[in-house]
């Protein structure tokens, strides 16, 4: 039977309008920019709005076409907001490049892409300096500043001032309306595990992630919170908070470069954030100096921890000592970011605190637009019992199909649906709660049994005298691989290697207790934030074990 359709508006999901009801509805919020400068910058949502509709036309300007990329290397900062919304909203794609990333991979991400324009905070500007020679796609520089700000001369040309293009354009320009499944924005995976591989997303993603993201059982953000991303724009995106804080008129703060425990803290305080968003290594600086100094939150309320498993002892911490609701969330650039948020259901109401913090520290459950899968190696469905690991297999609306430049589908066939597998080792309970066990690559392999990497670093974590721990698989004889488990130690903080591995006494079982400690002035982190395990994995490949 032929379907009816229905009578509705077609409206497509486009990212303008994210700014535009912002502008309309909310707009003498507050954009509040720590801006390379040093200074604060204030701004409002009809600011951003306007300036954001000054960029596409200085865009035109410069001879950009639509679905042309256009890079960024810079900060979360008022001017990187408005790229996003002038660049996605006008039809082309905002590409944003991770500055931390090595400079031959961001200069391969930006051919790669193909960028037209590059768009760039001043921090920036001796490495693109040294980068342009590499870079022929690019037409146009712009450094992300004031004319008083630019410097008095530049190895590039075509070098442009910021203000200056907006100040030539007269804001007269209206959003245009296209297909919600246009590309409107572009992030390459760090390539912590291969070379970094481009997810294009698009307008319908965006706003439907953005729509999931604000609801409670997700980040639950709304009119009355004041919304710090600490996750970098180049991040995800700032895992979408840019698109979901103007969704429902929450005030931003945006922290710029000064990603240290003082200056976020005081940041926090003085503009009375209420629910801020990072990768754990961030807590370890904020609390560290909150402690030091004897510190509070007087307004933080809510915080989402995810990018990477957020040890036990550090949830207590912010909860207990800090008064925090802590989210633990999982997800990947490939999933916009959000996939699952640790949020408790109805019947969980009458758990004891424990049993409640056990379900809270998992990865948490899918929102309505993912859902998960676990499969054994040869991708058969395993139970969701809670116990079972298996590959971790993910659907959904802001999903990615396939990479950019790629025609090859990474995806696994289950039943004719297309699941995304993620590299990601995972168990789920029979209530939907996905706990990781580990990424694929990370797992340590001992004598064909596995142990989970993560599993030993919270319990390394839980020591009084550990600032941070990784574990990692070092080579053996007999087993293939064993665990090696390397060690900051708290400033004045004493353990010794043999007071550490008693410490997992009655934790694990006893083949699973690391087999070694190294003590180490620090540990390597990723681009994004994360353990650099590869790197680890490759310094301690030698290590001579005891009893080997
Ligand atoms: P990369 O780390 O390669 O830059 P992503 O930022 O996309 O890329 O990282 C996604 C990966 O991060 C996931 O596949 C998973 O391994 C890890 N991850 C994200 N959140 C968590 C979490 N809460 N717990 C454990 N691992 C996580």
């Given at each position: 039977m032929?379907?009816?359709?229905?009578?509705m508006?077609?409206?497509p999901?486009?990212?303008?309008?994210?700014?535009?009801h912002?502008?309309?509805?909310a707009?003498?919020?507050?954009?509040?920019?720590?801006?390379?400068e040093?200074?604060?910058?204030?701004?409002t949502?009809?600011?951003?709005?306007r300036?954001?509709?000054?960029?596409?036309?200085a865009?035109?300007?410069?001879?950009c076409?639509?679905?042309?990329r256009?890079?960024?290397?810079?900060?979360?900062?008022?001017?990187?907001?408005?790229l996003?919304?002038?660049?996605?909203g006008?039809?082309?794609?905002c590409?944003?490049?991770?500055?931390?990333?090595?400079?031959?991979?961001?200069?391969?991400?930006i051919?790669?892409?193909?960028?037209r324009?590059l768009?760039?905070?001043?921090?920036?500007?001796?490495?693109?300096?040294?980068?342009?020679?590499?870079?022929?796609?690019?037409?146009?520089w712009?450094?992300?500043?004031?004319r008083?700000?630019?410097p008095?001369?530049?190895?590039?040309?075509?070098?442009?001032?910021?203000?200056?293009?907006?100040?030539?354009e007269?804001?007269?320009?209206?959003?245009?309306?296209?297909?919600?499944?246009?590309?409107?924005?572009?992030?390459y995976?760090?390539?912590?595990?291969?070379?970094?591989?481009?997810?294009?997303?698009?307008h319908?993603?965006t706003?439907?992630?953005?729509?999931?993201?604000?609801?409670?059982?997700?980040m639950g953000?709304?009119?009355?919170?004041?919304?710090?991303?600490?996750?970098?724009?180049?991040?995800?995106?700032?895992?979408g908070?840019p698109?979901?804080?103007?969704?429902?008129?929450?005030?931003?703060?945006?922290?710029?470069?000064?990603?240290?425990?003082?200056?976020?803290?005081?940041?926090m305080?003085s503009?009375?954030v209420?629910?801020?968003?990072?990768?754990?290594?961030?807590?370890?600086?904020?609390?560290?100096h909150?402690?030091?100094?004897?510190?509070?939150?007087?307004?933080?309320?809510?915080?989402?921890?995810?990018?990477a498993?957020?040890?036990?002892?550090?949830?207590?911490?912010?909860?207990?000592d800090?008064?925090?609701?802590?989210?633990?969330?999982?997800g990947?650039?490939e999933?916009?970011?959000?996939?699952?948020?640790?949020?408790?259901k109805?019947k969980?109401?009458a758990?004891?605190?424990?049993?409640?913090?056990?379900l809270?520290?998992?990865?948490g459950?899918?929102?309505?637009?993912?859902?998960?899968?676990?499969?054994?190696?040869d991708?058969?469905?395993?139970?969701?019992?809670?116990?079972?690991p298996?590959?971790?297999?993910?659907?959904?609306?802001?999903?990615?199909?396939?990479?950019?430049?790629?025609?090859?589908?990474?995806?696994?066939?289950?039943?004719?649906?297309?699941?995304?597998?993620?590299?990601?080792?995972a168990?789920?309970?029979?209530?939907?709660?996905?706990?990781?066990?580990?990424?694929?690559?990370?797992?340590?392999?001992?004598?064909?049994?596995?142990?989970?990497?993560i599993?030993?670093?919270?319990?390394?974590?839980?020591?009084?005298?550990?600032h941070?721990?990784?574990?990692?698989?070092?080579h053996?004889?007999?087993?293939?691989?064993?665990?090696?488990?390397?060690?900051?130690?708290?400033?004045?903080?004493?353990v010794?290697?043999?007071?550490?591995?008693?410490?997992?006494?009655?934790?694990?079982a006893s083949?699973?207790?690391?087999?070694?400690?190294?003590?180490?002035?620090e540990?390597?982190?990723?681009?994004?934030g994360?353990l650099?395990?590869?790197?680890?994995r490759?310094?301690?490949r030698?290590?001579?074990?005891?009893?080997?």
């Open positions: 032929p379907t009816v359709s229905g009578q508006m077609q409206m999901l486009s990212i303008s309008s994210l700014i535009r912002a502008a309309r509805h707009g003498d919020v507050e954009v509040v920019s720590r801006r390379v040093g200074d604060l910058h204030r701004s949502y009809a600011e951003v709005e300036r954001s509709r000054q960029v596409a036309q865009l035109a300007r410069l001879g076409e639509l679905g042309e256009i890079g960024t290397l810079a900060w979360n900062g008022h001017r990187h907001l408005e996003f919304y002038g660049i996605s006008s039809g082309r794609v590409h944003t490049v991770n500055p931390r990333l090595h400079a031959d991979q961001i200069a391969w991400i051919n790669h892409a193909q960028d324009v768009f760039f905070d001043s921090t920036f500007l001796p490495l693109v300096e040294k980068l342009a020679p590499q870079l022929a796609s690019v037409a146009h712009v450094l992300m500043t004031a008083a700000q630019m008095a001369d530049s190895a590039l040309k075509n070098l442009h001032c910021y203000e200056d293009l907006l100040a030539a007269d804001g007269q320009w209206a959003w245009p309306e296209f297909d919600e499944n246009t590309a409107s924005g572009l992030c995976t760090s390539g912590t595990t291969g070379m970094p591989k481009g997810v294009l997303y698009s319908r993603s706003v439907l992630h953005a729509l999931g993201q604000v609801s409670v059982d997700a953000i709304g009119s009355r919170d004041v919304v710090l991303p600490v996750t970098p724009m180049f991040h995800v995106n700032a895992w908070v698109f979901a804080a103007p969704m429902v008129g929450a005030k931003l703060v945006l922290p710029g470069s000064r990603l240290d425990g003082a200056s976020l803290h005081e940041l305080e503009e009375r209420t629910f801020t968003a990072g990768v754990p290594t961030v807590w370890l600086g904020l609390i560290t909150m402690k030091a100094h004897r510190l509070q939150f007087s307004t933080l309320r809510r915080t989402v921890i995810g990018g498993a957020c040890p036990p002892a550090m949830m207590r911490t912010l909860e207990d800090f008064g925090l609701e802590v989210i633990h969330a999982w990947m650039t999933t916009s970011p959000l996939g699952t948020l640790a949020h408790l109805a969980h109401a758990l004891d605190a424990e049993s409640r913090r056990a809270q520290q998992k990865q459950k899918v929102i309505y637009g993912v859902d998960l899968a676990i499969v054994d190696a991708d058969r469905p395993l139970p969701w019992d809670g116990c079972t298996g590959q971790l297999l993910v659907r959904g609306q802001w999903v990615v199909d396939h990479y950019l430049g790629s025609s090859e589908s990474p995806h696994i066939d289950l039943a004719g649906e297309r699941w995304f597998p993620t590299g990601d080792v168990t789920i309970d029979a209530d939907g709660y996905m706990q990781i066990t580990d990424r694929s690559k990370d797992v340590i392999k001992s004598g064909g049994e596995w142990i989970s990497s599993v030993l670093e919270n319990i390394a974590m839980a020591h009084p005298a550990v941070e721990a990784a574990a990692i698989a070092c053996h004889p007999k087993w293939d691989e064993r665990p090696l488990l390397v060690v900051v130690r708290k400033p004045g903080a004493d010794s290697a043999a007071d550490l591995l008693r410490f997992f006494d009655g934790k694990v083949w699973q207790v690391p087999d070694d400690v190294v003590f180490v002035d540990l390597p982190h990723t681009a994004t994360k650099f395990k590869m790197a680890l490759q310094a301690y030698d290590h001579r074990l005891p009893g080997v």
